[in-house]
């Protein structure tokens, strides 16, 4: 049982250990997978082979080991709620963005339309499709695919991100559940911009083409407060990083977030493209890519492996 895992005694400062615990780590999440499956519900992405594992960890010196599959490209698909309230914070401010979506765990699927109509007609958190579709439509007014293409880049610290048209295109074709979301914000008059732009924004950058390592930048960008560490450019302010760290932690993984913070205890964000990113504050940023999913559509490889990092290296931000 995982609540009662022994932490083995080894020296955790030693690179080759570390590297081991990687390997295993990836070992774990490979074996993982295959209690998974791929999404279909967006076809493209029913092409993923769900075999594929992969884990890249990056600290703030720069030093890197990577495990599996992890130069190949996929879609970040939920993911990108990070990046985009990112965008929402710094372009227009904490009170601004948090006076149109709330900041509380749903408990719901990810793609869940419920409280919407029973509790709120706020959004949850940005962290779901309903809150992130929401935090799109207040981008939509001052932001355009572009602008928000160069500022996932920064925030990745990868200028290879590109749009990923063959997923775009069938999000876009059978995205009638996110469509109702969009109409039911607008019938509540809560939505902020136009439902079809809106939606074209957020399936637009649900598709970005990421991989292992630009997820794990994601994460060292936020481990390091928002300055990439390599150039000392600051890309967020750390106070919204501060932010974004308890939104990933309390939602990012949708109805599982509360297990996964008990047992991994990383702020994290998943999507259904099979990439996790984690973030250990001043220590490293992790990206994890294994298309097989579980039952609430996260990674079950990424999981595992999350796992076995978190407690042979004792990431866990609360140990
Ligand atoms: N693009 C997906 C959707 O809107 C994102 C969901 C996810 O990754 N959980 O359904």
Redesign the pocket.
């Known amino acids: 049982m995982f609540f009662t895992y022994e932490q083995p005694e080894f020296d955790r400062k030693d690179p080759a250990e570390i590297r081991r615990v990687i390997g295993e780590a990836a070992q774990n999440g490979r074996e993982a997978a295959r209690e998974g499956r791929c999404?279909d519900?967006?076809p493209e992405l029913a092409k993923a082979n769900p075999e594929d594992f992969g884990v890249c960890v990056r600290d703030l010196s720069g030093e890197t080991v990577a495990f599996g599959e992890t130069e190949k490209r996929f879609?970040?698909?939920?993911?990108?709620?990070v990046i985009n309230l990112a965008a929402a914070l710094k372009f227009l401010g904490f009170q601004e963005t948090f006076s149109h979506v709330r900041m509380e765990p749903s408990g719901d699927p990810?793609?869940s339309i419920l409280k919407l109509d029973t509790v709120s007609e706020y959004p949850s958190n940005p962290m779901?499709?309903a809150g992130?579709?929401q935090v799109m439509s207040l981008l939509s007014n001052f932001m355009d695919f572009d602008e928000l293409l160069t500022f996932a880049r920064a925030f990745c610290m990868d200028d290879g991100i590109e749009l990923n048209e063959a997923v775009y295109r069938s999000?876009a074709e059978t995205?009638d559940?996110?469509r109702a979301i969009v109409y039911l914000l607008k019938s509540k008059g809560v939505l902020c911009g136009e439902p079809e732009k809106t939606l074209d924004l957020?399936?637009r950058m649900?598709?970005l083409n990421v991989n292992a390592g630009s997820l794990a930048n994601m994460g060292l960008l936020i481990a390091n407060g928002g300055q990439n560490p390599f150039t000392g450019k600051h890309v967020l302010h750390p106070g919204y990083v501060r932010t974004i760290r308890s939104l990933m932690y309390t939602c990012g993984l949708?109805d599982e977030s509360g297990e996964f913070g008990v047992t991994v205890g990383i702020p994290s964000k998943?999507?259904?493209?099979g990439g996790i990113v984690a973030s250990v504050p001043a220590r490293c940023g992790i990206g994890t890519y294994g298309p097989a999913l579980n039952a609430k559509?996260?990674s079950a490889g990424g999981i595992a492996a999350l796992r076995h990092l978190s407690h042979l290296l004792k990431l866990n931000i609360f140990d």
């Not at 879609?75 to 709620?81: A, N």
């Not at 998943?270 to 493209?273: A, F, K």
């Open positions: 999404a519900y967006i879609s970040i698909q939920s993911i990108s709620k990810f793609n779901i499709n992130a579709i999000e995205g559940r996110n957020y399936f649900c598709s949708y998943s999507g259904v493209g559509g996260n």
